[in-house]
Nanobody, 120 residues
Framework: QVQLVESGGGLVQPGGSLGLSCAAS????????MGWYRQAPGKQRELVAS???????RYADSVKGRFTISRDNTKNTVSLQMNSLSPEDTAVYYC??????????????WGQGSQVTVSS
């Protein structure tokens, strides 16, 4: 069984910064791509940032230059550093990982979600 546990959400003022972390645990053979999604009320879930096992990153246009995704393959963690936050970034942020529990088996796993609220 695999779990993704997120931490770091909260309330921040516009222009401020916040960091999210996500740790994968359980019987893991390997982790492929990891990423962060977000979903605001009444909106569809969108991909914010992704990172391959080798460290190649991609970002949504709306967060480029402000957010940084990183991962630690020795700890099975992925982080999202969010800078210059605006109210438009307010959403529930979900960690995602493509994980193999055994060779040849690959499945998507999701974190529990972290509320990020940007407000003055």
């Amino acid at each position: 069984q695999v779990q993704l546990v997120e931490s770091g959400g909260g309330l921040v003022q516009p222009g401020g910064s916040l960091g999210l972390s996500c740790a994968a645990s359980g019987s893991i053979f390997s982790i492929n791509a990891m990423g962060w999604y977000r979903q605001a009320p009444g909106k569809q879930r969108e991909l914010v940032a992704s990172i391959t096992r080798g460290g190649t990153t991609r970002y949504a246009d709306s967060v480029k230059g402000r957010f940084t995704i990183s991962r630690d393959n020795t700890k099975n963690t992925v982080s999202l550093q969010m800078n210059s936050l605006s109210p438009e970034d307010t959403a529930v942020y979900y960690c995602n990982a493509l994980i193999s529990v055994q060779i040849g088996i690959l499945e998507n796993y999701w974190g529990q979600g972290s509320q990020v609220t940007v407000s003055s």
